[in-house]
Structures are given as C-alpha cells and as structure tokens.
C-alpha cells in the first residue's frame, strides 16, 4: 500500500472538520509513508471492491482502539482497506508493547487482534517484527493518540469514527482533491 503526502492535504481536513489544528496533515514523512506495505502492518481488506485506503495507529490498551476494531466488519463492507500498525502509547518494554508483538508473531494476526481488543492477555512470543519501527514512526508523525487513521493523502484524524463518520470525512476529502486537481477549489 503506498501513502503520498500532498501539499493540499491541510486545506483538505481544515474543510472537514474545525479542529484540525489539532489534527494537521502528515508532512516531512513521505518517504517513510511511502515504504508502508501490508507486509509491515496488519491488512484488512474487504471482500469486494476497495474504496479507501486508511492506515490505523492502533494500541492494545487503548479502549477506543477496541471499539474501532469492533466495528472493523462495518468499515470493511463500506469498502474501507485497513492496515494496522501498532503505536503502544506506553512504549518499549510495556505490556501493551509485548502484546502488540505477540499479536504480530501468531499464526493469525487478526485473531490475535480479535482476543487481545476483547480483554484476552495473548501469550508472550518473540519473532522478528516491526512494532518499534511503528512505535518509532507514530512519534516522528507526531501524532498525539489513538486510534490515528492515517489517510492515503496524509490526513490524520483521531477516535473511534462511526463507519458512517468515516466514509463522509473520506468522501469529502476525496471530493476535495478532486477539486483541487480540476482547479475548482
């Protein structure tokens, strides 16, 4: 999955929502975006065509990461491609750090997701995985919580959207760059 970064991406989510000062676009990290695969984060892909692209900070801890991934069904039938990358706000060493690698090592990533977001402690595993490089690139993003949905423009924005929520904010950027290509922003 390749994420660009483009110049308009802040007057884009300054026309969504009144608070994006809080929420700015992601600049300065295209290369580091770019290099972003399904490899190097966990990919839900819906079952039918995909209409967005998103990338999820994700943290095991965090209750409204829960409740995102609880509605991660609504969001996939709504043709929203999700790619989770683990930002365990309480750092290396942590034990939502541990169990985001535990969740990354199992057999099945997404069933791992599936028990950890229901309360279920996942066993402690070791393997090569990318969960400090995440970690390390949630920071230099500066971004400030989770969930972070990360568009495929570089829009941040923050919380357990409603799938509904969701497809009108990526609806109304995807209109927006629309216009600004045409020239009729």
Not at 152 to 167: C, F, K, W
Request: glycine residues 8%; proline residues 7%.
């Amino acid at each position: 999955m390749a994420v660009r970064v483009c110049g308009i991406a802040l007057c884009i989510w300054l026309a969504v929502a009144p608070s994006a000062a809080a929420n700015p676009p992601v600049h300065g990290e295209a290369d580091l975006l770019a290099r972003l695969t399904a490899a190097e984060g966990v990919a839900l892909v819906p079952p039918g065509e995909t209409r967005h692209h998103v990338i999820v900070f994700t943290d095991l801890d965090c209750p409204y990461c829960a409740v995102l991934h609880n509605r991660v069904p609504d969001y996939l039938r709504l043709g929203v491609r999700i790619v989770y990358l683990f930002y365990p706000r309480s750092g290396p060493g942590s034990s939502a750090f541990e169990q985001a690698v535990a969740a990354w090592c199992a057999r099945d990533r997404s069933a791992a997701l599936d028990r950890a977001f229901a309360g279920t402690p996942l066993a402690a595993s070791d393997c090569e995985h990318p969960v400090l490089q995440h970690y390390e690139l949630a920071r230099r993003l500066g971004l400030k919580g989770t969930p972070a949905w990360v568009t495929d423009h570089g829009t941040v924005m923050y919380g357990a959207l409603s799938p509904e929520e969701l497809i009108r904010r990526l609806e109304i950027l995807r209109e927006r760059r629309r216009a600004a290509r045409e020239g009729t922003f």
